[in-house]
């Protein structure tokens, strides 16, 4: 079955170029950063279900899902403890997305959130630019949704 979801994602699919398959470790340590930063302002019900369609659409085992949870509870790994782990610059590029997407599935992104995001790009490496263009590009995606969104619903 095709979803919309397959069809928009078609386009960044080709233009990254990449099928490289993710070690799981490096998927436990990606999944245990969002859930850190998930935590830092505490979980609300959106990034919850966020968090919950990251692990369903990637058909992530339940055993990745706790290993990840061990890291930051029992571990108590810090988010520069944890970044360190993965060195892949495009698995970086990656967390910072959806780290912003956690952050602003609750509509807003209170200057706590910001702090965190701008600490958490800095210790993935990525420059201020960069930084920048991965925020504008989430902020376009959930704008062209937003109009999506309305759209649909003029045509019900």
Known sequence: MVRVVDLLSLTPKYILNSEVEIPEEKLVSYLATLLEVARMGGVSVEEHKLGEYIVSS???????????????????LSIGELVA????????????????????????????????????????GLSHKLAKKITQFV??????????????????
Do not use: F
């Not at 910072?96 to 956690?102: E, G, I, N, S, T």
């Not at 902020?139 to 003029?154: A, F, I, K, P, Y």
């Open 85 to 124: 782990r993965i060195e892949e610059p495009v698995l970086r590029v990656c967390i910072l997305r959806d780290a912003y997407v956690m952050a602003m599935m609750d509509e807003k992104v209170d200057h706590l959130e910001w702090m965190a995001l701008e600490r958490l790009a800095g210790a993935l």
């Open 58 to 76: 990637l058909e992530i085992s339940p055993d990745v899902v706790q290993r990840a949870a061990r890291l930051i509870e029992e571990e108590a």
């Open 139 to 156: 902020d376009s995606m959930v704008e062209v949704q937003n109009e999506l969104d309305e759209l649909t619903e003029r045509s019900s």
